[in-house]
T-cell receptor, first 113, second 113 residues
């Protein structure tokens, strides 16, 4: 997974452009994945999820792509807005039950005016 | 509205003191979790509970204790044995089967003076 110590990778995009945030996961047996959005000083909010038997899932302005061959997950945000500025992180579930989620450190998305 | 309520949002503690963080949910979820979040790192599991009167240690349980006397409540005590307690603490709840999305509270920031 992404492990960058104290410094999160940052993605800066212009308002209205599309954003792509990536996440590498480590366990080929992981069966379920979630993307969360976390604004400063707040708890994570669910964005979208995907099961391992799918390779794409779409929501409102967001799309998650899963590539099991290379253990890669991406979150695409269409027409990025200032309110999308936050830290985004992925979670992989390595077996049944919620205690088996492993979380990435996240990517900070900054939307430029 | 259904959700998870954590309190207090900010807490300051002197060294050697125990403090208790509250977590209440009205989502009728069976499972509840406590995570610790440090800058630039993924969430780490402290304790979890899948059912009332039962709880299990997570990856970093040392220096923490919990109780689960009611389905709605899962308080976390940060004891004086926790060597580096300054962090952002997140409580979550979820179902115990299927696509069990974790729903998070707004978090509690603990600072040791």
């Amino acid at each position: 997974g992404e492990s960058v110590g104290l410094h999160l990778p940052t993605l800066s995009v212009q308002e209205g452009d599309n954003s792509i945030i990536n996440c590498a996961y480590s366990n080929s047996a992981s069966d379920y994945f979630i993307w969360y959005k976390q604004e400063s000083g707040k708890g994570p909010q669910f964005i979208i999820d995907i099961r391992s038997n799918m390779d794409k899932r779409q929501g409102q302005r967001v799309t998650v792509l899963l590539n099991k061959t290379v253990k890669h997950l991406s979150l695409q945000i269409a027409a990025t807005q200032p309110g999308d500025s936050a830290v985004y992180f992925c979670a992989e579930r390595r077996g049944n039950y919620g205690q088996n989620f492993v979380f990435g450190p996240g990517t900070r998305l900054s939307v430029l005016p | 509205d259904g959700g998870i309520t954590q309190s207090p949002k900010y807490l300051f503690r002197k060294e050697g003191q125990n403090v208790t963080l509250s977590c209440e949910q009205n989502l009728n979820h069976d499972a509840m979790y406590w995570y610790r979040q440090d800058p630039g790192q993924g969430l780490r599991l402290i304790y979890y509970s899948q059912i009332v009167n039962d709880f299990q240690k997570g990856d970093i349980a040392e220096g923490y204790s919990v109780s689960r006397e009611k389905k709605e409540s899962f308080p976390l005590t940060v004891t004086s044995a926790q060597k580096n307690p300054t962090a952002f603490y997140l409580c979550a709840s979820g179902g115990t089967s299927g696509a069990n999305v974790l729903t998070f509270g707004a978090g509690s920031r603990l600072t040791v003076l």
